[in-house]
């Protein structure tokens, strides 16, 4: 990748947090430390690798993104506006009782959103089915899941790797967001996920691990795991909990809490200065 | 169709005819030679997915196959759909009103001697209680057919519950036809009304003829949709009869009697009374003895046809 489009890619990112912040300060509340540890990996996703056509939400032959952890809509709305699905100005109406963007991620609302999600663990099952759909139809699209960390704990999780391993959907990538924590503290803390890597692996999938934060190689696990046939895909993108933000990081407590105006100020400050 | 046929047959082969349409994709949690869903699998195994002993993951799977266009099928025992997959099937299929058929096989009671972890009596109460579900119990094979037809071309989630023994054909007649939300109307009557779905239907025919006997006009109406309930259906019968005694094959909270007496409480009360399980867990048994056991037989709608008449 460029230099100059590998910065493109980095001030994105920053520019989702940012535009984040802002659809949390505007609605007074919001999961923001789950959504700055998928910054990087949104904006290289819709900014440089999904085949996708912002005028033409519903195109066929797009590729789709199931935010399995629902709750990072705080990611994905700002990313979908930015890239053009709808216009920026509609973030206002987030968590509003008129507006349509809800909570988490709506499918049937929102332009963009390939699938409903909030209650974890049921996301990856449902990109597990697209992928199967769009390989029983010769639809070429790769679907893309992303994960959270705390998320896998859920069992059904497992049920669609076993599948996606066993029937090897080499067009399914999921993304692991892999930030250390969860809402009542670390994963180690609450039910340590061991070794996920072997786990991954053993369930059958093509596993690579990463730094979350790095475009360069986000980008570059992505054409990998395209490269790679016969297998599906897991990327276990090593990541920070509230990213960007010094009092949020690695902190559980800025799970799903909104920030008080003197800490929305510091959070707008840090965030400006990143670019 | 005539005499006794097993409504999971009847399922498999009408899931074959639909199969024509390519859009029809079916899912199975390895039970699909119970649930007949096989035979779906025999004529379009590019079409048919085993995905194992994993219904959650099954449901979610099909709620993606129907974002991207398909039309999926999905089979298993009614309560490893209705009951282990309630929150896959209200958070991923009905919320996003995805295009999604949930087919649950050997419901209620007469699954007999698995016992009472196989005997799923609340599923039509749990999948009633989602917005926008369509919850259908068929009476008997040929009206399993017209259903499975039906929401083929229904667009939107549904569930669909059938039972694992056969059971003796009451629609096979002239004037009958299948529509989402209609009941049908199998015997006229003045003085009281029987409402059953399912296997009920049959003893329900049976009560009216001995209630006839007695000078008892009863009108018995098939409820094979117990949502959207046949509200019009259900108010005529508390004007014009007084009286309605429910039966299903099924707890008596939150089934067809619930849906029945939510209407009438509303529109027009008159008494209503419930054959079904009385809150309570089944057991073993071969279907017949359960069935006995448990109420939902010929001489129980008939003791409150006559309860209820007394109340009138």
Avoid at chain 1, 122 to 139: D, H, I, R, Y
Avoid at chain 2, 38 to 47: D, I, L, Q, S
Avoid at chain 2, 187 to 197: E, F, M
Avoid at chain 2, 296 to 308: F, H, L, Q, V
């Amino acid at each position: 990748m460029e230099t100059q489009r590998q910065k493109y890619l980095e001030d994105k990112a920053w520019e989702i947090r940012k535009t984040g912040l802002e659809m949390v300060r505007e609605a007074k509340s919001g999961h923001i430390g789950g959504a700055f540890s998928l910054s990087e990996i949104m904006a290289v996703l819709y900014f440089e690798k999904m085949k996708i056509a912002p005028e033409n939400p519903k195109w066929e032959l797009r590729d789709r993104l199931v935010l399995s952890k629902g709750h990072a809509t705080v990611a994905l709305y700002p990313t979908l506006a930015l890239r053009g699905f709808f216009p920026v100005e509609r973030l206002k109406t987030f968590r509003k009782i008129d507006g349509s963007l809800s909570g988490h991620a709506e499918m049937r609302n929102v332009e963009g959103v390939d699938m409903s999600t909030g209650s974890l663990g049921q996301g990856f099952s449902a990109a597990v089915g697209m992928a199967q759909a769009a390989k029983m139809t010769g639809n070429e699209c790769t679907v893309y899941a992303i994960l959270g960390d705390g998320e896998i704990q859920e069992g059904q999780i497992w049920e669609a790797m076993m599948y996606a391993g066993a029937h090897g959907l080499d067009n399914l990538v999921a993304i692991l967001d892999c930030n250390k924590v969860q809402l009542d503290g670390t994963v180690k803390e609450i039910l340590d996920t061991g070794d996920l890597k072997a786990k991954f692996e053993s369930f059958g999938m093509h596993t690579q691990r990463i730094d979350g934060h790095n475009v360069q190689e986000i980008a570059r696990a992505i054409d990998v795991a395209k490269e790679t046939r016969q297998k599906a895909h897991m990327i276990i993108a090593d990541t920070i909990k509230g990213k960007g933000v010094s009092f949020m990081e690695g902190k559980n407590q800025w799970h799903g809490k909104t920030p008080n105006d003197a800490e929305f100020e510091q959070a707008f400050a840090e965030l400006e200065a990143r670019n | 169709m005539k005499g006794k046929i097993s409504t999971r047959d009847v399922y498999g082969d009408t899931l074959k005819e639909i199969g024509a349409d390519e859009k029809v994709v079916v899912l199975d949690a390895d039970v699909s030679t119970c649930t007949m869903s096989c035979m779906f699998g025999e004529a379009y195994p590019e079409r048919f997915f085993n995905v194992g002993i994993a219904e959650a993951n099954m449901v979610g799977m099909a709620a993606g196959m129907a974002a991207f266009g398909l039309k999926p099928f999905v089979s298993s025992f009614a309560m490893f759909i209705a009951g282990r997959t309630f929150d896959q099937i209200r958070n991923s299929v009905a919320y996003p009103g995805l295009n999604v058929k949930l087919i649950g096989t050997h419901a209620g009671l007469i699954v007999g001697e698995d016992g009472a972890t196989h005997q799923c009596l609340e599923d039509m109460a749990l999948m009633r209680s989602i917005p926008g579900m369509v919850v259908i119990c068929p009476a008997d094979g040929n009206e399993t057919k017209q259903a499975v037809l039906t929401l083929n071309k229904y667009e939107g989630p549904a569930y669909l519950r059938i039972g694992r023994a056969a059971v003796e054909t009451v629609t096979d007649f002239e004037a009958y036809s299948f529509e989402i939300g209609k009941a049908v109307e199998m015997r006229q009557g003045s003085d009281l009304t029987v409402i059953a779905c399912g296997i009920a239907v049959s003893k329900a025919l049976e009560a009216a003829d001995i209630l006839a006997g007695e000078g008892v006009r009863t009108r018995v109406l098939n409820m094979h949709t117990i949502k959207p309930i046949d509200r019009e259906a259900v108010i005529a019968a508390a004007q014009e009869t007084g009286a309605i005694v429910t039966a299903e094959e099924h707890n008596v909270m939150g089934g067809l009697g619930s849906a029945v007496g939510e209407v009438v409480g509303e529109c027009c009360p008159v008494p209503v009374l419930k054959v079904g399980t009385q809150d309570t867990f089944g057991r073993s048994g071969n279907a017949d003895q359960l069935l006995e056991m448990y109420g939902i037989s010929t001489g129980a709608i008939i003791e409150k046809a006559r309860e209820a008449l007394r109340l009138k």
